[in-house]
C-alpha cells in the first residue's frame, strides 16, 4: 500500500479518482463483544503480538460483516478498520483452521501489531497450537469418535472416502458415529491416508505426514491415539529378503504326503535331462509345505552348486504364502546353524543378486516379475536353479510360462526329445488331470506324470482320515434374472469357443446381479440367519464386496472386504484379523481364490456366476482343510444359482456337487 500526502491526494482526487475512505464503508448485523487487545479476543496470537498491540488493539467479535459500496455489498470474515479489528465469528468458523489464522493475522500485519512477518507468526501460532488440537482428537472415547474429530465432523469426507457402494448401506439418518464406524470397519488401517480424509484432517490443521510409514507418520497416528499400524505405508512392500535361522520340531508328514515326497525324491534323484510332475493333492490337503518340506531336503540342505528353488505364483497371496510355508518348515528341518535366503521377487522389487559361496537361496517369484526381467543379464544365475515350482500349474499352459520355460532352457516338446541339463519342474495343482482339452495340454507339458500316481478315490480316502473337511453342499435358488439381451449373448456364447468374449459377457452379468436390490436384500439375510462363525464370501464384483461387507457391519456383524484395490497393508490386516475371529465375514472379489489358509472357514458362500468348474472348485476349496491338517469337520458349501436359462443348470455346482457327494 501506498500512502500519499495531502497536496498528492487532492491532485489525485482533481483528476477524478475516488477517495477509498468515501467510497468503501463497513457494515455488520449485530455487534457482540468487544476486547480491549486482539490477544484477549483470540489468545493464540498472544505470542506474536507486538508490545503496542499487547496494551491496545482493539478487537470487535460482530456478526454479519461486509465491506461495502454504493453498489456492491460483500461479505469478509474480518475487517481492520479506523483502529479496530472486526471478527465476524460466523464467517470466521467456517474456516479452516489454518486459513482463520491466516485472515486474522493479515488484518493484524496491516494495523502494525505483529512483531514478525506473517508468516512466521502464522507458523508460530500453528505450531503452538497444534499439539493441542490433535490432543483433543485422542480424547474421543473411541476410535470411531476420534475420526469424527479429526475431521472436523466433516461427513462429506467420510462419505467420499467410503464410496458409492458401502455408502447404499447406510441409511438417511445414519448418525455420524454410524459413518465414523463404517469408514474404519471398511478402510481398517488405510483411513487416515484415504485421500479425502487426510485433506479433511489438513483443513483442520492436524498437519498430517507428507509420507506415511515414517517416524513423522508414527508420532502423528499416536498423538490422535490411533494404534500404530495406522501410520504403515499402505503401499509398503515387503522386506525382498529374509534370513531364516532354524531349526525347531515340526509335526510329520502323513503319510500320502510322505509317499509324495517319496516320488519327488525318486523324480529329481533320476539324473539330468527332462523331469517334469505335477502334485495334485485337494485343497486342504498340504500340497505346498510336501512341495517345500522336500526342497529343503533334497535342494537347499544337501551340499552343492545348485542350492536354489525357484518357486513360481501367479498372484502375491501364493507368494507370500510360500514365503512363509519356507520359513517354517526351515525353522524346524533346516541344517542347524546355516540360514536360509528366502527372496521376495514380486511387486516391484529389485532383481535379486547371485548367492555367494553356495548358500542355500529361494526365490518366490511372479510370473508377472519373471517375464518382465528375462531379458537382463542379472538374472542368468538364476536361470540355473536345482528345482523349479509352478503353483497353480493350471496357469502353465499359457504363453507366460512358456516364456519362462525358454528362459530355463526347458522348452523341449516331449520327454522323448533329446536330453537336455533342465531343471527338474514340479507344479501344484488341486485339480487333477481330465479329459477336456485344457488338462491334456497341461499333462503333456508335465509328461503325464502326476503324484500321488493313484488318484483314483483320493478325496475318499483323505475325507476318511480327517484330512479334508466334509463339504455340505447346498444351493441358495432365487428368482433373480439378467436383462434379454444379456441372456442371449450368455446362452450363444455358452458352447462356442471364444473364451474372451464369454468372460466379458460373463463379467456383465456379474456386474448386473451385483445392482440387484433383492438379490442384495437375500444375501444379507441369509448371513443374518447362519450361525456359521467363519463366513468367505465370494461376491460378484469389487463394489459388491464393499456394499455387502458395509450392511452386515451396519447389523452389528463383524465383516470386512478386499479386492485388488485394497492397499496391501490394510488387505494383510483384514485376513489377519479374520482368521484371529475378530472378523465373522470376509467379502472378496477375485484375491481369495487361491493363496489364503483360513482353517476355521465353516462357511464359504458363493455369489460369483463362474464357468470353470477349477475356478470354483478354487472358490470351494478354502473352507475343505479337515481336523487333522487344523480345520473343520464339515463346511457349508453355499453357490447361489441365479435365473440365468441354461447356464443355471449347467453351473459348475452341479458337477462339484456330484464329485463330492460320490466321495
Not at 456478526?63 to 474480518?78: M, N
Not at 489464522?101 to 500453528?126: D, F, H, N, P, Q
Not at 472416502?161 to 439418518?173: N, V
Not at 438379490?519 to 439375510?525: D, F, Q, S, V
Request: include cysteine.
Amino acid at each position: 500500500m501506498v500512502k500519499l500526502d495531502e497536496v498528492t491526494r487532492a491532485l489525485w482526487r482533481k483528476k477524478g479518482a475516488l477517495d477509498l475512505d468515501a467510497t468503501f464503508r463497513r457494515d455488520w448485523d449485530t455487534a457482540l463483544a468487544s476486547f480491549n487487545t486482539l490477544g484477549d479476543a483470540v489468545p493464540e496470537l498472544k505470542a506474536v503480538l507486538s508490545e503496542q498491540a499487547e496494551r491496545r488493539s482493539y478487537a470487535q467479535f460482530v456478526s454479519g460483516l461486509h465491506l461495502t459500496t454504493d453498489e456492491d455489498r460483500e461479505a469478509v470474515p474480518c475487517l481492520h478498520w479506523d483502529g479496530v479489528l472486526y471478527l465476524d465469528q460466523a464467517q470466521l468458523e467456517a474456516l479452516s483452521h489454518r486459513e482463520r489464522l491466516r485472515l486474522i493475522l493479515t488484518e493484524a500485519t496491516a494495523a502494525g501489531w505483529l512483531k514478525c512477518s506473517l508468516e512466521e507468526a502464522l507458523e508460530k501460532v500453528a505450531d503452538a497450537a497444534l499439539e493441542e488440537r490433535r490432543r483433543a482428537v485422542a480424547a474421543g472415547t473411541n476410535l470411531a469418535e476420534r475420526l469424527l474429530l479429526a475431521v472436523a465432523d466433516n461427513l462429506d469426507a467420510l462419505r467420499a472416502a467410503l464410496g458409492e457402494a458401502a455408502c447404499r448401506a447406510l441409511a438417511d439418518e445414519a448418525s455420524p458415529g454410524q459413518v465414523a464406524a463404517l469408514a474404519l470397519d471398511m478402510l481398517g488401517p488405510a483411513v487416515l491416508q484415504e485421500s479425502n480424509i487426510r485433506a479433511a484432517m489438513a483443513a483442520a490443521d492436524l498437519r498430517p505426514p507428507s509420507r506415511w510409514g515414517t517416524d513423522e507418520a508414527r508420532a502423528f497416528v499416536l498423538s490422535l491415539g490411533f494404534p500404530e499400524i495406522f501410520a504403515q505405508s499402505q503401499s509398503r512392500r515387503l522386506e525382498a529378503e529374509l534370513l531364516i535361522a532354524g531349526p525347531f520340531s515340526l509335526p510329520d508328514l502323513h503319510e500320502y504326503q510322505v509317499d509324495v515326497s517319496r516320488s519327488l525324491k525318486d523324480l529329481i534323484d533320476s539324473g539330468s535331462g527332462r523331469r517334469r510332475a505335477v502334485v495334485s493333492l485337494p485343497t486342504g490337503g498340504g500340497k505346498t509345505r510336501v512341495t517345500v518340506q522336500t526342497s529343503v531336503e533334497l535342494i537347499l540342505k544337501p551340499a552343492g552348486a545348485r542350492r536354489v528353488v525357484l518357486w513360481v505364483a501367479q498372484t502375491n497371496e501364493l507368494c507370500e504364502q510360500a514365503v512363509q510355508s519356507f520359513r517354517q518348515v526351515w525353522q524346524n528341518l533346516g541344517t542347524e546353524g546355516e540360514s536360509l535366503r528366502v527372496i521376495r521377487f514380486w511387486g516391484g522389487h529389485g532383481n535379486p543378486a547371485e548367492p555367494a559361496n553356495a548358500e542355500p537361496t529361494v526365490v518366490v517369484a511372479s510370473i508377472q516379475t519373471l517375464n518382465s526381467r528375462f531379458d537382463g543379464p542379472a538374472l542368468a544365475w538364476l536361470a540355473r536353479p536345482g528345482l523349479v515350482v509352478v503353483d497353480e500349474c493350471h496357469h502353465a499352459i499359457t504363453p507366460s510360462y512358456t516364456s519362462l520355460l525358454r528362459w530355463l532352457d526347458a522348452e523341449t516338446l516331449h520327454s522323448s526329445a533329446p536330453p537336455k541339463d533342465e531343471p527338474p519342474l514340479v507344479g501344484l495343482s488341486a485339480t487333477p488331470f481330465r479329459m477336456d482339452d485344457e488338462s491334456r495340454r497341461l499333462a503333456r507339458r508335465f509328461d503325464e506324470c502326476q503324484y500321488p500316481r493313484n488318484q483314483e478315490g483320493l478325496t475318499e480316502r483323505l475325507l476318511a482320515g480327517g484330512f479334508l473337511a466334509h463339504a455340505d453342499y447346498q444351493a441358495l435358488e432365487t428368482d433373480t434374472t439378467i436383462s434379454a439381451d444379456l441372456l442371449a449373448d450368455l446362452d450363444s456364447l455358452w458352447d462356442g469357443n471364444d473364451g474372451a468374449r464369454f468372460d466379458g459377457v460373463l463379467e456383465r452379468v456379474n456386474q448386473e446381479l451385483a445392482a440387484n436390490d433383492a438379490r442384495n436384500a437375500r444375501l444379507i439375510e441369509t448371513l443374518q440367519a447362519t450361525d456359521a462363525q467363519q463366513i468367505l464370501f465370494f461376491t460378484n464384483s469389487v463394489r459388491h464386496a464393499e456394499e455387502m461387507a458395509a450392511r452386515p457391519c451396519l447389523l452389528g456383524i463383524p465383516a470386512a472386504a478386499v479386492s485388488g484395490e485394497t492397499p496391501a497393508t490394510a488387505r494383510r490386516w483384514f485376513l489377519n484379523r479374520f482368521k484371529d475371529g475378530a472378523l465373522r465375514v470376509l467379502c472378496n472379489h477375485s484375491v481369495l481364490a487361491t493363496g489364503f489358509d483360513a482353517p476355521s472357514t465353516d462357511l464359504v458362500l458363493i455369489a460369483r456366476q463362474v464357468k470353470s468348474p477349477v475356478s470354483y472348485m478354487q472358490m470351494v476349496g478354502r473352507g475343505l482343510r479337515g481336523p487333522r491338517n487344523g480345520g473343520t469337520e464339515t463346511c457349508t458349501i453355499l453357490t447361489v444359482l441365479d435365473n440365468l436359462g441354461r447356464f443355471r443348470e449347467r453351473h459348475p455346482f452341479h458337477y462339484c456337487r456330484n464329485l463330492y457327494r460320490r466321495a
